[in-house]
């Protein structure tokens, strides 16, 4: 009997097919999702190699940098510059200081980013160095009353630095967001203004990372930020005096106003058997400035009140200190050198200090 062929239908072969082609068209969807991926990642990456081409390796761009408003930017420091061993050094003598500063409040400062963006030591400090209370809370949790602190204190400082030439290279976004860089200009600056005790590292330089936003694109940027520079153009950098034209354009004339100095201050010490030859290290400790300004003013200086024979660089900064307070009950304005300057065997210092004593005894006998 003739017809069409017979076709035996198992029906697990027929589900086996079904399965297969189902499988098949789901790897290939598997497979298409998968190389549309790579695509997408290929894009980014290349988006990313084209918009931060100076991003240097080991910076993280945090999640908060994506939410930018356009135009606006956030300032990171590049790790490497986190190693640099001078800015160790100067975070630790700042760190230090505040330490120093705000013992009495028992507050202890371990980490400036962590603990100085509340503005809760900010004001702490601002207070100590200024003598002046500012009216803010004493302690606020909420991001709103943080800044609102912030705003106060930094208005405060901004008031006090502004007349004296500062840059304001801080603001309450990027101390709140803890930019370390800004957090750091802030703090160098109230060292200087306010005379710290403290001797920064100089010429501290940092790498800094600046991530804009344009046109909902990330743009990213190396740029180096100059944190300190010498000490003396970092104190004295408004007061240029007879001192700075006579070191810069009569070098020659120098000896001859130190030659007049050393045979002033050899007049009043000869009389306790003491000779100066050499005006800046011999006055380094601050023994002779002591010593000078009793026999300037006709008295003795309990010996209990400095170090006759001083070792470490405090107790050489406690007596040029101590020596400056003299200086003062005497009448005489306070000297523009710091104590820390003068120990460093700053030959400007100690020329300012002399002379200033010099045009006030000159005639005395």
Not at 136 to 143: F, N, P, R, W
Request: charged residues 25%.
């Amino acid at each position: 009997m003739s017809g069409a062929p017979t076709v035996s239908t198992n029906p697990q072969t027929a589900k086996m097919k079904k399965d297969e082609s189902f499988l098949g068209k789901l790897g290939g969807t598997l497979v298409r999702k998968k190389k549309s991926k790579e695509v997408s990642d290929l894009h980014e990456e290349g988006k990313n190699a084209i918009n931060a081409p100076l991003l240097p390796s080991g910076t993280d761009i945090h999640p908060e940098d994506t939410l930018l408003e356009e135009n606006a930017e956030r300032i990171m420091l590049d790790p490497t510059s986190r190693e640099n061993p001078k800015f160790k050094d100067l975070l630790k003598v700042l760190i230090d200081w505040i330490n120093s500063e705000l013992e009495e409040e028992r507050i202890i400062v371990k980490d400036l980013e962590e603990d100085c963006y509340d503005g809760q030591v900010l004001q702490k400090l601002f207070e100590k160095l200024s003598g002046r209370k500012l009216n803010v809370a004493e302690v606020t949790q909420s991001e709103i009353g943080q800044k609102q602190k912030l705003q106060t204190v930094l208005e405060a400082v901004n008031d006090v630095l502004r007349p004296h030439g500062w840059t304001v290279e801080w603001s309450v976004d990027s101390i709140h967001s803890k930019n370390l860089v800004a957090i750091i200009y802030l703090l160098v600056a109230l060292a200087m203004h306010f005379q710290a005790p403290i001797r920064l590292p100089e010429h501290v330089s940092v790498q800094v990372v600046v991530v804009k936003k344009r046109e909902g694109i990330l743009q990213t940027a190396l740029m180096t930020k100059e944190l300190t520079s010498t000490t003396e153009m970092m104190m004295g950098r408004f007061e240029r005096d007879a001192f700075d034209t006579l070191l810069d354009h009569a070098p020659d004339k120098l000896n001859v106003v130190k030659t007049s100095l050393i045979t002033f201050v050899n007049k009043h010490l000869n009389k306790l058997n003491l000779e100066v030859t050499e005006l800046e290290s011999q006055f380094a400790d601050g023994v002779y400035l002591i010593l000078l300004m009793g026999l300037l003013e006709d008295y003795f200086v309990p010996l209990y009140n400095f170090f006759l024979t001083p070792e470490s660089f405090e107790q050489k900064v406690h007596n040029v200190a101590f020596a400056f307070e003299l200086m003062q009950e005497g009448g005489l304005k306070k000297p523009k050198a710091r104590p820390e300057d003068v120990v460093n065997l700053n030959l400007k210092s100690t020329l300012r200090v002399l002379y200033n004593l010099f045009t006030n005894y000159k005639t005395s006998v």
